[in-house]
C-alpha cells in the first residue's frame, strides 16, 4: 500500500512563528497536494505539485509556500504563523491524474496560539 | 469553476436503517467522482469512484454511489448501515480537462445510533 506519512500529527505554534508541515510519500507519485480541513467547509486546496520544483496555487494559497525539491517530499510553509491558520492539515499523493483518487496521510492538526 | 454541494452536514440515524447522502456539483465537461469517508480519528480513504460506464458504481463496505448525468449527482447509498458507519463522507469531483486537482464537498457526518 501507498504510505503518505505527514511528520507531525500534532503541532503548538506562536502567532508569528514560521512552521513547516513535512510531508513523504514512498509510493512514487508525481502529484502531491496540500488541503486543510476545517469543520463545515470540507476540505480545500491550498497548494499542488505535480513535479519536481513545480507548484500550482490551490483555492486558498494566501499565507502558505511550499516546496518540492524531491519527488517524494512535499513541504508546506506558513511563514508567519496567524490563529486563523489554526487548522487540520492534509497531504495526499496521487499517481498521474487525479482521476486514480488521492491518498491521504493521517493530518497534522496545527494550534496557533 | 467546479464545486460540489453536499446539502446534508449532519445525519443521524439508527441501525438498518437505509442511508442515502445527497452529492452535487458544477463543471461543465466530462467528470470523474468520488466518494471518501473519514472514520473517527483516522485518515481519509477512498469508498468508490466513477469514471465512466455503468452509472451504479459499487464500493467497499457495501455502499453504492449512483451518478446521474442530467442531474449532476452522484448520491450515495446504502441499504442497512451499521454502528461502524459512523464517519464523515466526502464527495468529490474531478474535471477530466483540469487534470490535476479534486475538488471536495464540506462533507457530511453520520451518526449511526446501536
Known amino acids: 500500500d501507498v504510505k503518505v506519512t505527514q511528520s507531525s500529527r500534532y503541532l503548538v505554534k506562536r502567532t508569528g512563528e514560521k512552521v513547516f508541515l513535512e510531508c513523504v510519500q514512498d509510493?512514487?507519485?508525481?502529484?502531491m497536494f496540500w488541503y486543510r480541513q476545517d469543520p463545515g467547509l470540507g476540505l480545500r486546496l491550498i497548494y499542488f505539485s505535480y513535479d519536481v520544483k513545480m507548484k500550482e496555487k490551490g483555492d486558498i494559497p494566501e499565507g502558505y509556500s511550499v516546496s518540492r525539491e524531491k519527488k517524494e517530499r512535499f513541504s508546506l510553509i506558513l511563514e508567519s504563523a496567524s490563529t486563523n491558520q489554526t487548522s487540520m492539515y492534509l497531504c495526499?499523493?496521487?499517481?498521474?491524474?487525479?482521476?486514480?483518487?488521492?491518498?491521504f496521510g493521517s493530518g497534522t492538526r496545527l494550534t496557533v496560539v | 469553476a467546479q464545486s460540489v454541494s453536499q446539502h446534508n452536514h449532519h445525519v443521524i440515524l439508527s441501525e438498518a436503517a437505509s442511508l442515502e447522502l445527497g452529492c452535487n456539483y458544477s463543471?461543465?465537461?466530462?467528470?470523474?467522482l468520488f466518494w471518501y469517508v473519514q472514520y473517527p480519528g483516522q485518515h481519509l480513504q477512498l469508498l468508490l469512484k466513477y469514471f465512466s460506464g455503468d452509472p451504479l458504481v459499487k464500493g467497499i463496505k457495501g455502499f453504492e454511489a449512483e451518478f446521474i448525468k442530467s442531474k449532476f449527482s452522484f448520491n450515495l447509498r446504502k441499504p442497512s448501515v451499521q454502528w461502524s458507519d459512523t464517519a464523515e463522507y466526502f464527495c468529490?469531483?474531478?474535471?477530466?480537462?483540469?487534470?490535476?486537482?479534486?475538488?471536495f464537498g464540506s462533507g457530511t457526518r453520520l451518526l449511526v445510533r446501536p
Open positions: 495526499a499523493s496521487s499517481l498521474h491524474r487525479a482521476n486514480y483518487g488521492y491518498t
Open positions: 468529490a469531483v474531478n474535471g477530466v480537462d483540469s487534470s490535476y486537482k479534486l475538488i
Open positions: 509510493m512514487d507519485h508525481e502529484n
Open positions: 463543471y461543465g465537461g466530462t467528470v470523474n
